[in-house]
């Protein structure tokens, strides 16, 4: 079954350390691929999003993301982390195409210790 | 950018009740919405696609006659959830799409707590 499955259920980093999220889909045919953030009281927003060709994506509020098909990783990074960046990630995958049917994974709860 | 509005943001009711949930688009127009349910610490479930003058498609195992989706017009769609139970209590996210093909992105609504007693 097509799925996504993101290994981390909370993270903490530190003010200015790096960021990793991890991200798998399942086997199968290359999905599009899709990081958002919730933030509480707020709708998910989108930060980057990966349909085809170059497989480093930039995203809003200094978010990237590198495809690895070998892998079948989607993984997200940020160089510096702020404070603000604390929310719940959440790595999704569309199996049909360009639309619709979102299939989510578990989501990564970040905190980030002054 | 796009927006997507959910009304209420919260809702008590007790059970046996029926409530119903509002999904717009604010400034552009959805022929399709989709409705997903939030448990606790858990993932979003897409619950259904919401077409806009036809019937909405329902994911397996998701009761069409209990949460009964609407989609009148371009810019809004409503969930209604009948006869709500406390294992209904969740947090209901619906979401848009905006722009064709690679471009299309999906805008969510900040989501609406159902919590029934």
């Known amino acids: 079954a097509q799925s996504v499955t993101q290994p981390d259920i909370h993270i903490t980093v530190s003010e200015g350390a790096s960021l990793e999220l991890r991200c798998n889909y399942s086997?199968?045919?290359?999905?599009?691929l899709f990081w958002y953030v919730q933030s509480p009281g707020q709708g998910l927003q989108l930060l980057l999003k990966y349909f085809s060709g170059d497989t480093l994506v930039q995203g809003i509020k200094g978010f990237e993301a590198e495809f690895k098909r070998s892998q079948s990783s989607f993984n997200l990074r940020k160089p510096s982390v702020h404070w603000s960046d604390a929310a719940e990630y959440f790595c999704a995958a569309n199996y049909g195409g360009a639309t619709n049917k979102l299939i989510f994974g578990t989501g990564t709860l970040l905190a980030v210790q002054p | 950018g796009a927006v997507v509005s959910q009304h209420p943001s919260w809702v008590i009711c007790k059970s046996g009740t029926s409530v119903k949930i509002e999904c717009r688009s604010l400034?552009?127009?959805?022929?399709?919405m989709f409705w997903y349910r939030q448990f606790p610490k858990q993932s979003l479930m897409l619950m259904a696609t919401s077409n806009e003058g036809s019937k909405a498609t329902y994911e397996q195992g998701v009761e069409k006659d209990k949460f009964l989706i609407n989609h009148a017009s371009l810019t809004l769609s409503t969930l209604t959830v009948t006869s709500a139970h406390p294992e209904d209590s969740s947090f209901y996210i619906c979401?848009?799409?905006?722009?064709?093909?690679?471009?299309?992105?999906?805008?969510f609504g900040p989501g609406t707590r159902l919590l029934v007693l």
């Open positions: 979401s848009a799409p905006r722009g064709g093909g690679d471009q299309e992105t999906q805008y």
């Open positions: 086997y199968g045919a290359t999905p599009y």
């Open positions: 400034d552009f127009q959805a022929t399709t």
